[in-house]
Antibody
């Protein structure tokens, strides 16, 4: 079964840091681009970051650039998101998603999500 | 960033009925070189992550029932659900992937009347 399982969310104060992890199973992780997409408390979806499958090209949303770092460990079938200088507006459910082989810009597999709350 | 606007925000449909959701893009999503529209639809059931339904505006993802269909081109798109089932109660999102960053509509909630 194709599966993505996120962990690492929690409550953090503004300015703090968190590291999210996503473990993949059921497919050749190394052969897919991977993403983080978040869902705000209001229900909107926002793409956060992407990491290509081969040449490790990295892309960030402007809202997280210079604060978040996406990385992967193909040997451990894992995707990570290091989140620094967190802001209240980063509060969201963070989903790990797989880029489709049809086009990497759509997500054909989603994890269950991990909740990040940034609050005093 | 490209703005995706869905309408309506919510709708109630009888079981067995038809639901029609619209999605408008602030820029054309049609690429003439490959004759494709860079538009996807997702379904998010309560308490669940989004699920890919349709891409290239009208291609159903493997395993998606044929009561779900996508249509439209350029800046105006439609997701139609025919013969609505109870399990179709969800929020539906459109997403453009022609421009970076990819952006989503605000979502349309479908309920049973």
């Amino acid at each position: 079964e194709v599966q993505l399982v996120e962990s690492g969310g929690g409550l953090v104060k503004p300015g703090g840091s968190l590291r999210l992890s996503c473990v993949a199973s059921g497919f050749s992780f190394w052969n897919y681009s991977m993403n983080w997409i978040r869902q705000t408390p209001g229900g909107g979806l926002e793409w956060v970051a992407s990491l290509s499958r081969r040449d490790n090209r990295i892309f960030y949303a402007d809202s997280v650039k210079d604060r978040f770092i996406i990385s992967r460990d193909n040997a451990r079938n894992s995707l990570f998101l290091q989140m620094n200088s967190l802001r209240v507006e980063d509060t969201a459910i963070y989903y790990c998603t797989r880029g489709s082989q049809e086009t990497v810009m759509i997500s054909d597999v989603w994890g269950q999500g991990t909740l990040v709350i940034v609050s005093t | 960033d490209i703005v995706m606007t869905q309408s309506p925000d919510s709708l109630a449909v009888s079981l067995g009925g038809r639901a029609t959701i619209n999605c408008e893009s602030s820029e054309s999503l049609f690429y003439s070189s490959n004759n494709k529209d860079y538009l996807a639809w997702y379904q998010q059931r309560p308490g669940r992550p989004p699920k890919l339904l349709i891409y290239w505006a009208s291609t159903r993802e493997f395993g998606v029932p044929d009561r779900f269909s996508g249509s439209g081109s350029a800046t105006n798109f439609t997701l139609t659900i025919t013969n609505l089932q109870a399990e179709d109660v969800a929020v539906y999102f459109c997403q453009q992937y022609y421009f970076t960053p990819r952006t989503f509509g605000q979502g349309t909630r479908v309920e049973v009347k």
